[in-house]
């Protein structure tokens, strides 16, 4: 078998996105009605692939630390929050029309040539509000103004007292949580890089403020690796320091990590240090103190913030790309996604050789042992060969064969995705075999 990752064609992401509608993992939204612009569903596998990628973010982020909580914050929200976190005032783009073919862009984006005809003569910049605004209640006006949030943010710190007070931490801690968010993009773009409705892994992270520095490197290095361990190639990312020109309203410093797309590198995820803006905006908005009293030190402060804020969907694209690789076996082209096996949809698909009773009901033995264990497929269709093609293109790091000699001897066929070596294991012990061939290197 040779093989040759595909990274670097240029036909990449196309391949990607081929693969993706194919098997399974993204569909155009409301693709039957012409689809609806810069909108997907995540079909059987790219939900499984999405519930990966968050399990393994909060995993990280939530179940081995002592020293961070989670939340679910609402969705919709009130003009005051949005007001007091400055997004009705500031959280716009600079939009413009081009005067040759009418098609608006975002302005920072196009280089002054129009994507669409080429033109090079735009109207003035605008600012363009990104939030969606909608009413609640059966009364449209002022008083049932509401917002979709266009972070997840907000919400945590509207609930650092609550957390606080019920969570019994005291800073350093954090507050994570996974949710959608909602952004009116003036021009989505590059399949699920940037969409108007998207989910966000994000964690607030509070400290006292001599703090923030060195807690600020912590979590940059803590998020590379994470990247990393999941298999992203360390060529592919790099850590881009925001110039303090070019910092949002609210950060005394940032850094993204970026990930090496098709078309350059670009954001997978930023660190911000926020400062103590976004407690004391809504602390002044709200009358109520978010503040820490340390009661060794004597000291009340209103602690910094450490953002942490990375998309779902971009994690799992940046996956993806990193993953998707073609070589050759048995002189034909095979294409695998070698993901790691915590985000590959399914861990483990069980194969019987053929449709014979006596085969498939050792083999649904043998389903019902790992189950519990491992999300698994279940596939009795079209040749063995073929079957396991279907299985590296979507990922699965183990298929497992059951035939005839299993009857007789009581083991079946082990076959790892990315070196095709085949062992031979016994159902007693299978289980055992499959957490050794998925522990860590």
Not at 167 to 183: C, E, H, L, N, V
Not at 299 to 319: C, K
Request: net charge negative; charged share 25%; hydrophobic share 35%.
């Amino acid at each position: 078998m040779s093989s040759s990752p595909d990274t670097t064609t240029s036909d990449l992401l196309d391949k990607v996105i081929n693969l993706c509608k194919r098997r399974g993992f993204i569909f155009p939204s409301a693709e039957i009605y012409g689809g609806f612009r810069s909108a997907y569903d995540y079909g059987p596998l790219g939900v499984l692939m999405l519930r990966n990628v968050k399990n393994a973010w909060w995993h990280s982020m939530v179940q081995m630390r002592e020293d961070v909580v989670g939340i679910d914050a609402a969705i919709l929200g009130p003009p005051a929050v949005w007001a007091a976190s400055g997004h009705l005032e500031t959280f716009t783009d600079p939009l413009v029309d081009c005067k040759k073919c009418h098609e608006r862009w975002r302005e920072d984006k196009i280089d002054g040539k129009c994507p669409n005809c080429g033109g090079t003569d735009f109207t003035e910049p605008r600012a363009f509000n990104l939030m969606f605004k909608t009413s609640a209640g059966p009364v449209e006006g002022e008083g049932s103004t509401a917002y979709l949030r266009p972070e997840t943010a907000q919400g945590m710190f509207v609930n650092f007292a609550n957390v606080l007070s019920t969570s019994r931490k005291k800073p350093p801690f954090g507050i994570a949580q996974i949710g959608k968010s909602f952004r009116n993009e003036i021009t989505p773009q590059n399949f699920v890089f940037r969409t108007r409705e998207f989910e966000q892994m994000e964690m607030e992270y509070f400290v006292p403020p001599a703090d923030a520095v060195q807690w600020h490197e912590h979590w940059i290095e803590e998020r590379f690796n994470w990247y990393l361990a999941l298999g992203i190639p360390e060529e592919s990312l790099r850590r881009y320091v925001h110039a303090p020109e070019d910092l949002s309203h609210y950060s005394k410093g940032t850094t993204d990590i970026e990930f090496k797309f098709p078309w350059g590198f670009d954001e997978l995820e930023g660190i911000a240090n926020r400062g103590d803006y976004d407690l004391g905006a809504h602390s002044k908005a709200s009358g109520e103190k978010l503040e820490y009293f340390d009661q060794a030190t004597n000291e009340r402060y209103t602690p910094y913030v450490i953002e942490p804020a990375a998309g779902v969907t971009r994690a799992m694209m940046a996956f993806l790309l990193s993953a998707y690789h073609e070589d050759e076996v048995e002189g034909e082209t095979r294409t695998v996604l070698q993901l790691d096996w915590r985000l590959a949809p399914y861990q483990i698909a069980v194969l019987p050789l053929s449709k014979k009773p006596e085969l498939e009901g050792v083999a649904k033995e043998v389903l019902s042992k790992l189950q519990p264990h491992f999300m698994c497929d279940f596939d009795v269709t079209q040749s063995i060969g073929r079957r396991y093609r279907r299985q590296d293109e979507v990922g699965t790091p183990l298929c497992i064969t059951v035939d005839f000699d299993t009857l007789e001897d009581r083991a079946v066929t082990v076959r790892d995705r990315d070196t095709t070596v085949q062992t031979r294991v016994k159902i007693d012990d299978l289980l055992h075999h499959i957490w050794e061939a998925m522990a860590p290197a």
